[in-house]
Structure formats: C-alpha cells, structure tokens
C-alpha cells in the first residue's frame, strides 16, 4: 500500500486543521492506521491510532480532547482532526499503516508510511 499525506500548513495558535492521507495499491479496510509526528531534533512519536475496523481510536495524552482520529475505509483515506493547536504541535505529521487488528504505540510497529506533511503553528 501507498500512503500520500496531505493538507499541512501554517495555523495560529487556537486554530484548527484536518490533514488527510489517501491510501493506494490496497485497500485501507486490511490496515491499522496510526498518525505520527516529528519535530526538528526531535524522534517520530505517535499522535493517534486506529484499529482497523475504526471502532477504537487512540491517543497521546496531550492530544486527548484536541485531535479526533478517523477513517473511512470506502474512500481510503484516514484523517487527523486537530484543533486547539499549539506552537508545540508544530511538527512533520506522518501515517503509518501495518496489516494486523490493532495498532501499535511505535514507530517500529508500522511498515507502510506516507511522505510527511508539514504543520506550523505560529502567530
């Protein structure tokens, strides 16, 4: 499967954002999906997950209440809702896709993954 990310970019503080990511070759129904994010100097943590029939997101908790995780399977595509946002949310975001139920906590439980998309927060 290929995963294209998209719909970064610059957001004040407060603001909101949706990037999406758009699966190919595959379909997604076969995935959990889990989003990531890396900041300069900084490693790849997990942002949120889902399983793969959508039932049971997951999140960070600085996330928890800020950023709403979802997929839909019939266009592919998986989405990370993010209001509130912060400077500190300024990071490259990434999805990540491994073929089993459940997602995982690591970068390292994922094989699949899309270019990256940038989102700044700043005023």
């Known amino acids: 499967v290929q995963l294209q990310a998209s719909g970064g970019g610059l957001v004040q503080p407060g603001g909101s954002l949706r990037i999406s990511c758009v699966a190919s070759g595959r379909t997604i129904s076969r995935y959990a999906l889990g989003w990531f994010r890396q900041a300069p100097g900084k490693e790849r943590v997990l942002v949120a997950a889902?399983?793969?029939?959508?039932?049971?997101?997951y999140y960070t908790d600085s996330m928890k209440g800020r950023f709403t995780i979802s997929r839909d399977n019939a266009k592919n595509t998986l989405y990370l809702q993010m209001n509130g946002l912060k400077p500190e949310d300024t990071a490259v975001y990434y999805c990540?896709?491994?073929?089993?139920?459940?997602?995982?906590?690591?970068?390292?439980?994922?094989?699949?993954w899309g270019q990256g998309t940038q989102v700044t927060v700043s005023s």
């Open positions: 990540a896709a491994r073929e089993y139920i459940w997602y995982g906590s690591s970068a390292s439980d994922y094989d699949y």
């Open positions: 889902i399983n793969r029939s959508g039932s049971s997101p």
